[in-house]
């Protein structure tokens, strides 16, 4: 097996970080580099990506999310943020925002693709990473969120679509089981 | 520069492919191994792959593809299909059919991440990989369509949102710009 199939099979999504060690900021690039590197529809590359570590900030929009979170018509999200432990981004050292203007075709594929890049490149840099869906599917248009997310520099004209938490792990999930009877050839 | 993050900047889309060349099963296992590895929305893990070679199936679903193309709204789609040598999977030798069933809750995500996974074990095995679209948003529910799904043993509840084509590439596209000012820090 080679080590690009060995990364894909290793990669765990990671919820729990070490707070206290920052990323470099090379490493921090090179993921994100490669996350602008995936294939988009009509190779439109209508994404945009902030890359967050101010802590004060952070712990803004999670104060934002909370709130947006404790009107959720989902009773699993409004008990959830009803923790005072509550924080979206698991309490990353870095938060990769990717935002899509109005021009990418298929924004969700489009996402989708960056963001596995960025995981992959991430564990291949042994950082854990997780994906974070909170600032999505119309989140960023929320009045409280748009505020920080504006001081964030994600632009005005974008949406979120997805993010990352990035950063050493203190421990990741295990494999899960993965689904069987998926796959049919035909000759 | 690791070899994870070398395939993820060499990954190309190929459109161009080797028509004599077959695929070995293996390397098609180990790739929709790799599509399946992917992370899902909350791990439902809700697709299936299709792994077609068989050309007379394949000629069949194109010639349906292209009375849906016929059909279309978009000037520049209906032009492209009254085109004798149209061919929606550029005639790889191996079409790797996504679908996704209702449980899938982000499933246009889900597809990205599993695609990408797919290109990129494809690169790293030196075969050339193109997104197809021409299944999604739709399609695999024209009937005429349909009907070829059916004998492709895609699951009769489950939608397609995205195809790979899969061969050895006689030529793949060049890299194109990578789009600038797309990235901001915030320390």
């Known amino acids: 097996m080679n080590s690009v199939i060995k990364t894909i099979l290793e990669r765990r999504s990671t919820r729990s970080f070490d707070t206290a060690k920052t990323v470099q900021e090379s490493l921090l ?8 590197y995936a294939p988009s529809a009509m190779n439109r590359q209508a994404w945009h990506f902030s890359v967050v570590e101010n802590k004060e900030l952070l712990l803004r929009l999670n104060a934002a999310v909370k709130a947006l979170a404790s009107e959720s018509e989902e009773e699993r999200i409004r008990a959830r943020s009803s923790d005072d432990t509550y ?11 990717v935002s ?3 021009n990418a075709l298929y924004p969700r594929e ?20 997780c994906w974070i869906n909170q600032l999505g599917n119309g ?20 949406s979120v679509y997805a993010a990352l938490a990035v950063g050493y792990a203190l421990k990741s999930s295990p494999l899960k089981d993965r689904a069987h009877g998926i796959v049919n050839f035909v000759k």
């Open 100 to 102: 899509m203007s109005e």
């Open 87 to 97: 924080n979206f981004y698991y309490s990353a050292p870095a938060l990769i925002i």
């Open 110 to 129: 489009d996402a989708g693709c960056a963001m596995e890049n960025m995981m992959l490149a991430a564990t291949s840099l042994s950082l854990g990473s």
């Open 139 to 158: 989140a960023s248009e929320n009045a409280g969120v748009r505020a920080v997310l504006d001081e964030m520099g994600v632009p005005k004209q974008n």
């Open 29 to 36: 690039t090179e993921i994100v580099k490669a996350g602008a």
